[in-house]
Each structure stands twice: as C-alpha cells, then as structure tokens.
C-alpha cells in the first residue's frame, strides 16, 4: 500500500511504532493542583474517598438492578399461574422479558451515571478549595 | 432459494464496507490513527461503532434460533448481552479509559508491573479472540450455505479475505467509520423485514391472498415449568454474560477511542439504547418462525429462521428484496465482529510479539484471521448463541476478575493475578469439554456446560487468596496507577486536538 505523500517527505525517514505500552504516558488531561493533590498525604486520603464512594456506587446500582432482574424472573414463573394478562395478545411473561426490562437497564446507567458524575465534580471542588 | 440474492447480498455489503474503509484510510495518517483512532471519536460514532461490532452472528442469527428452539427461555440471551454493558459501565468504562491502556494486556502490565502477568493476558486475549471468531466464521458458512447452495468454506472463507484486506489497509480508524456503517445496516436489515411481515399478518395492508396466523395457534407458549436444572442453567448464563462482556477484547479495545472518561460513560449509554432497540426485533423472527418455520427446529439449522422467515411469509420481488436485506444484514454482522476481534487481536499479538510497527500490525492481523478460519472449518456448527455463551463464560472466569480486582483493589498482586486467571481458564475450560463428551440426560450435565456459577467465583477467590499471601509483591507505583484511573480528568478547553492544530 503507498500513498504518496503531497509535501515532500522531511530529511531522514523516521520509523513511526507504537510505543510497547502507552500506558505510561496518557494524554494530559490533568492539572498542576491535580498531580500535586495526588502527591501529598491529603492528596492520597481524597483520591482513596474518591475511588470508594464510586465503588460503593457502583455496586449499590448493581445490586439493585440485578434485583430488579431477579423480581422479574419471579414475575415471568409465578404470573402465568395466577392470571393470562395480555395486551395485544402478548402475554406478560413475554412482554417484561422481551420489551420491560430494557427501560429498566437505561434507567440503571442514566442513574449511575448522573451520581457518579457528581462524585466527580465533588472531588474537583475538594482538590481546587486546597 | 434464488441464489442470485445471496451473491448480490454478499456483493453489496463487502463492496460498501471496501469504499468506506478506504474513505477512512485517507484520513488515517499517523500510527496512533492506526491504532486507536487518535483517541478522538466522538460518542455518537463510536457507540455505533461498538453496537456495529458487538452485534455478532449470535445476535443477528442466534437469539430468532434460540426462540424457535426453547422459546421463553431464550430472551435471557439479548438481556444478558445488553446488561453485560452495564455492568461495563458501572465497573469498568471510565477507569479504564483513564488508564490509557491499549488492551487488556498493555493494563495489566501497567497496573501489576509484571511482564509474565501480561503475557498470560495476552494468551488468554489472543484464546478468547479465536474462540468468539469461530461461531461468526460458523454462522457465515451458514448463510452461504443457506441461500446459494455454496459449500460452507466459500462463506468462511469469504469474512476472512474482506476482514484481512480492511483491517490491514485501513487500521482503527476505517474501522470505527465501517462499524458505525454497519450497526445501521445490521438495525434496517433486521428491523425493515420484521415491520413488514408484522404488517401484513395483522392486515393492515389488505393483503387477501398472503398467509395468516393458522386459527388457534399460540404464538406464545409459556415457559418451561421451573426445575432446579433450568434455574441453575439460567442464573450461571446471566452471570457469564452479564460479567463476561467486561472482558470481551474488542469491546475494551473501542473504550481506548473515547476522548476521556466521561465520553466513555456517554458511549455506553448511548450504546445501552442501541443495542435494546436492536435485540426488539430478533424476538419477532423467533416467534413468528416457530409457526411457519418449524421444520428447521427438526432438520437442525433453526439458526436459518432469520434468512429464510422473509421469503417464506412475502412472495414475489419483495420478498426477494427482503432477503437479500437480511442476509446482507447478517454478512455485516459476520464481518463487523470478526474485523473487531481481529482488530483488538492484532494490536496484542504485534505489540507483544512483533514490535509493534504498522506492518506487525497487518502481518498480525492475517494470523488472528486465519488460525479460527482453520478450527471453523474442521469443527461442527453449533447453536450460535449457545456457542458464543460459552466465550463469555470463559472470559468471566479470566480477564474479568483481573479488570474488576485491578480497578477497584489495591491488594492485586501479580502472582494473585495470574493464579486466578489460569485457575478460572482451566476450571472453565475443562468443564465445558468434560460437560460436551456427557450424556444429554446425565445429572450433573448442566452444571459442567454452564461452569459461570461456581468457575467464577472460584478464580476471583483465588485472586484474592493468593495476593493476600504475596502482599510483598505488590506494584510500587499503584497509588499513583489507582488515582489515574479514577481522578476526573480537567475539562479540555480544545476538545479535539486534531482539529485545532492544523
């Protein structure tokens, strides 16, 4: 495959390679006070407060939709029992499986989203009040 | 079947998806276009583009099948491939792309400082990656077979010759623009046809002469009557699924495109509503082919109610065009994941083996192709969705305990690491072959087939058991790792450094 460059290459061609990992150096997307907050003791103690409270969050949203998952699985074998609801003559169980459950993965990310920004937006007012 | 529709499918797809990989190979001009896109795509595109990606064979083919098979039992499939992204979101979306890891190598090298752990990541990557390959490689011998008559290498085969030449031409970036291409084909060839055939069952169009639900048909049987068995094969499938997608290789590879952590978040929502609107219509197919399809659920290829559900209920030259929608949705599919995983596969096995340079990168990405083309056509097609659950099992077992205790707990050492890996491999591996040689009646069958339930849980025990003895060797830099993980990054003022410096 060539593909002719429009300007005349520069003097020397230079081999371009991805580095073995880029792990180590990410895009600049922090600030002065950032790394120096990250240095310090105090620094350290907010980073940690920081990653639990995500982690606490995290795991509340989760269990509550794998709750939600399982109150519908309950639903889909014990309503047949009890009555033929339909609409349109779609039975229950078929519609919380094929239609109900979507609406309640959305609401889960939308949720967990918005307080997981805003764990976000606390720290960066702890670190830029310092 | 007219075969011409099969060829002009395959045509018409393999000859877009071409044009659009080289519309994106002029704007990839630097390796790190060629990698990771430059990190720059935007969260509409991208979320396509991982839709585009992640909607496999057993998606397109597998779910209808599946429903036609066991009907009620078979929507926990779509739910556990679509809750797999939450899961991704909660735990993993953000960090990870904060970690400014390639793959899920480059991050455990990075985060346990161990050159073994990331080679035994890189082994079980490049396994995962071969294993998910095969089942899209099955389901495209499938097809061909399906509506050409072709024998089944000739489908295979052809995935494997468009995937090599776009890959290895166009990189990361074509490929975004492809795979975002390709979500879309995939929602119009599944949802178009299931529209139609819904409107005219219900009569809407006034059609007299086309067919009718027989009187007195349930279209909707009722679940199987509970058994320990069933609810244990269907708790172990959830977990598998919903942790197994976490470690999914070209599904980590695409969160490397976001620009920061909070478009990674935003990507993932977006792609949560893409994929619920997509696994609607899979639903249709199954159901409706369980009336008029069902002697494919007897000769064995129930896979084939998707392709043939059109023709069979819309005669004449809509039909024609129906089919020939659907099947080349169902090419896009065989091609977009596979061009994913070979995508995500390269890029470990040239950075860890060939040094990384663009040429690496193709000759690598030929051998990710063409090893699962080899297993594909020397083993038997199985359920597609059954066949892919598999993978997400074994990915459950193995990268997804690395992510989970890598992100969230400092205590991860690289002995714990690799010890809990390769125990959760073994277990699940072993399992599922000792689980396939059994009796389909035998008791403990079900347990052995779907080894999520207990293989997860072990290996992640494990981890944490064996980093606890080796507390000595914990990485020195992991403060420093875990605050760039999670620390927000500054709001850019340019958001797009691509645009402003030229």
């Known amino acids: ?130 | 079947m007219n075969p011409a529709i099969g060829y002009s499918a395959l045509i018409l797809v393999s000859v877009s998806t071409a044009l659009i990989g080289f519309y994106g190979l002029r704007v990839s001009r630097t390796t790190s276009d060629f990698y990771v896109a430059s990190r720059t795509v935007r969260p509409w595109w991208n979320a396509s583009a991982i839709g585009g990606e992640y909607l496999s064979a057993a998606s397109f083919l597998g779910i209808a099948g599946l429903i036609v098979i066991s009907g009620l039992d078979a929507l926990w499939f779509p739910i556990g491939y679509t809750a797999g992204y939450l899961m991704l979101l909660f735990f993993v979306a953000a960090p990870l792309r904060r970690s400014g890891a390639y793959t899920v190598p480059d991050f455990a090298q990075a985060r346990l400082e161990s050159s073994t752990a990331r080679h035994v990541t890189s082994l079980l990557v490049v396994a995962v990656g071969w294993f998910y390959i095969v089942p899209q490689l099955h389901g495209a011998a499938l097809t061909i077979r399906t509506t050409t008559g072709l024998p089944s290498w000739v489908g295979a085969g052809a995935v494997v010759v468009v995937v090599c030449l776009t890959v290895a031409t166009g990189g990361m970036r074509s490929m975004t623009f492809v795979q975002a291409f390709q979500y879309w084909l995939k929602l119009t060839a599944i949802a178009v046809p299931a529209i139609f055939i819904v409107l005219m069952l219900s009569g809407v169009t006034g059609q007299q002469s086309g067919p009718t639900i027989p009187a007195g048909t349930e279209l909707f049987p009722p679940s199987n009557p509970p058994s320990l068995d069933s609810a244990y094969g269907t708790i172990s499938l959830m977990i598998a699924l919903l942790l197994g997608t976490l470690g999914l290789p070209h599904v980590l590879v695409r969160f490397y495109t976001n620009p920061d952590g909070a478009a990674a978040r935003r990507t993932t929502l977006i792609v949560l509503g893409l994929l619920s609107i997509f696994y609607f219509f899979p639903t249709i197919y199954g159901v409706l082919g369980r009336v008029f399809l069902p002697e494919l659920a007897a000769t064995g290829s129930p896979d084939a109610t998707v392709l043939l559900l059109p023709g069979r209920l819309i005669g004449g030259l809509g039909g024609d065009l129906l089919t020939a929608l659907v099947v080349s949705g169902a090419f896009a599919a065989f091609l977009s994941t596979t061009s994913g995983l070979v995508v995500s596969l390269a890029g470990v096995i040239s950075q860890d083996f060939l040094g990384g340079s663009v040429r690496g990168f193709r000759i690598a990405a030929i051998f990710a192709a063409v090893v699962p083309f080899a297993v594909a056509m020397v083993t038997d097609s199985l359920a597609l969705a059954g066949s892919v659950g598999l993978v997400f099992a074994f990915t459950a077992s193995t990268i997804c305990p690395l992510l989970l205790l890598g992100i969230w707990w400092r205590g991860l050492t690289d002995a714990g690491a690799v010890a809990g890996m390769l125990t959760g491999g073994v277990l699940c591996a072993t399992a599922m072959i000792v689980g396939a040689q059994l009796p389909i009646d035998a008791p403990w069958r079900s347990v052995l087939t779907q080894p999520a339930a207990w293989s997860v849980p072990t290996a992640f025990l494990v981890m944490v058991v064996v980093s606890r003895a080796t507390q000595h060797r914990r990485s020195t830099t992991v403060s420093r790792f875990m605050s760039k993980l999670h620390v927000p990054e500054r709001p850019l003022d340019v958001e797009n450094p691509r645009t402003s410096s030229s």
Request: with cysteine; net charge positive; charged share 15%.
């Open chain 1, 1 to 130: 495959m060539n593909v002719q460059p429009l300007r005349p290459p520069a003097q020397g061609r230079v081999r371009v390679s991805a580095p073995r990992t880029l792990a180590h150096h990410i895009p600049s997307g922090t600030s002065v006070s950032q790394e120096v907050a990250e240095q310090t003791a105090v620094g350290e103690v907010m980073v940690r407060s920081l990653i639990r409270s995500q982690l606490r969050l995290a795991l509340v949203v989760a269990a509550g939709f794998v709750a939600a998952l399982l109150l519908c699985w309950a639903l889909v074998l014990w309503l047949p029992t009890f009555t033929d609801w339909r609409v349109l003559g779609i039975p229950a169980p078929w519609l919380i499986l094929a239609v109900g459950v979507y609406p309640l993965i959305g609401t889960c990310a939308w949720l967990y989203i918005r307080a997981a920004t805003k764990n976000e937006d606390r720290y960066r007012d702890l670190v830029d009040e310092k």
